[in-house]
Nanobody
Framework: VQLQASGGGLVQAGGSLRLSCVVS????????MGWFRQAPGKEREFVAS????????FYQDSVRGRFTISRDNAKNTATLQMNSLKPEDTAVYYC????????????????WGQGTQVTVSS
């Protein structure tokens, strides 16, 4: 299984970015998809996750109401729409796939993308 994340970049505070993650590999496995981020000198932290059907989503408190996670299983793609970005959102963002519902820790995910840099200027 391979994950390819894209969509990062430089944006001013208050702006928006849209991250995408394409999953390639066995499609009969119903993956939970998650997004994590890691800022310099900090541990990787959970941002959002979405169940296989898309009916359940979870967010870190600091991004709830600003970020939206979604997925298109026909295209094997998960997306993180980020609005009202803040400088503290600056980090490398990683997409991940796993088999556990309600998973919010990195150890619960089995496959990881390479990361995409998001930089929010003040």
């Amino acid at each position: 299984v391979q994950l390819q994340a894209s969509g990062g970049g430089l944006v001013q505070a208050g702006g928006s970015l849209r991250l995408s993650c394409v999953v390639s590999g066995p499609t009969y496995i119903r993956y939970v998809m998650g997004w994590f981020r890691q800022a310099p000198g900090k541990e990787r932290e959970f941002v959002a996750s979405i169940s296989w059907t898309g009916s359940s989503t979870f967010y870190q408190d600091s991004v709830r109401g600003r970020f939206t996670i979604s997925r298109d299983n026909a295209k094997n793609t998960a997306t993180l729409q980020m609005n009202s970005l803040k400088p503290e959102d600056t980090a490398v963002y990683y997409c991940a796939a796993g088999s556990q519902n309600y998973a919010t820790t990195a150890a619960d995910y089995d496959y990881w993308g390479q990361g995409t840099q998001v930089t929010v200027s003040s």
